[in-house]
């Protein structure tokens, strides 16, 4: 992460993912409240493409009150020798599109060097954010993620890429020296994208079966086999997270007292720990009762499935 500045990001998620958007965004940039349309601005610097949901992350370098005084900015900069490009980035309150083109012609000509629309080697953004105008270098975001949509072992209940990128990134919002488990992983939806993202986590399951996949998905992906044959309840280790999808299906529910023991084992096992569960799965009195305190939660919806997210202290 990049302290002592100022950043804009824009994103995009889908009506269904906008609570748990929400949630994410609240902790990789370290936010609070409620989430403002298409952008947001931190004083945390991340990566544009740990995100699901972010699209791009300006460094800004430039405010300014009026569209004048930030071109009059812009002329100020040295001469570049590397190839640039001027997006006009799409905020809320911003320019329409016929307007933003009209801003990056404007902009791109005050910068003396030499314009490329295909491959410039340097993107600068402006954009009008927080009731003043903004300038700084563009950073597109790479979903490199999207390879572990095709992975060779998959169950039709387990998360999706992208909530389990997403839920990584609420439980582990600072990689650099975190430890985490996945005490249920699975076929390793979260394990891979743990392990993409430099986490150091380890991941166990009492079903053989699904250790079997989680194994075969990881070495196909070229990561270590990080996954084993255990029932969380037998867990000695201490880790920094959990972070726990509960097994479930449509018709059913882990009995209370099970649900409970694992909590309990958690609360043991771990700081911190983010749950995901059915919504037809009660757990918030078995929280309380194993130590948990929620601080966040959201909620997933897919067709008439619901799933529920809490992040616990």
């Known amino acids: 992460m990049i302290a002592n500045h100022k950043y804009l990001y824009t994103y995009a998620c889908h ?19 409620g989430m403002p349309e298409q952008s947001v601005e931190s004083s945390v610097g991340i990566a544009p493409g740990r995100s699901p949901f972010i699209k791009q992350r300006l460094d800004i370098e430039m405010e300014a009150d009026s569209l004048e005084e930030l071109i009059d900015k812009v002329a100020l900069l040295d001469p570049l020798k590397e190839t640039f490009k001027v997006v006009c980035l799409k905020t809320a309150q911003g320019p329409d599109y016929k307007e933003q083109r009209r ?61 389990a990128r997403a839920a990584v990134n609420i439980a582990v919002p600072v990689t650099e020296g975190a430890r985490a488990v996945d005490p249920c992983c699975g076929i390793g939806t979260v394990l891979l994208e743990a392990i993409s993202m ?18 075969e998905n990881l070495l196909h992906f070229g990561y270590a086999d990080i996954a084993a044959i255990a029932d969380m309840r037998s867990l000695t280790k201490h880790y920094d997270v959990a972070i726990i999808d509960f097994p479930y299906n449509l018709c ?61 202290e």
């Open 15 to 33: 009506e269904t993912e906008r609570e748990l958007c929400g949630m994410e965004l609240r902790a990789l940039l370290q936010l609070k409240g």
């Open 103 to 163: 801003m990056e012609r404007q902009i791109g000509a005050e910068i003396r060097g030499t314009p490329s629309m295909k491959q410039p080697d340097l993107r600068f953004g402006t954009a009008w954010s927080c009731g003043r105008w903004v300038f700084g270098r563009l950073h597109e975001a790479e979903a490199a993620w999207l390879k572990h949509q095709n992975k060779p072992r998959a169950y039709s209940t387990a998360l999706s890429t992208r909530v």
């Open 198 to 215: 430099g986490i150091e986590i380890e991941g166990f399951d009492k079903n053989p079966l699904a250790v079997a996949g989680a194994r």
């Open 252 to 312: 059913s529910v882990l009995p209370a007292k099970e649900l409970l023991e694992m909590l309990v084992a958690a609360r043991r096992i771990a700081d911190r720990a983010l749950v995901i569960f059915a919504s037809n799965q009660p757990v918030e009195e078995q929280l309380a009762a194993a130590g948990w305190e929620a601080a966040d939660s959201c909620a997933i919806s897919k067709g008439t499935f619901t799933r529920r997210m809490v992040r616990c």
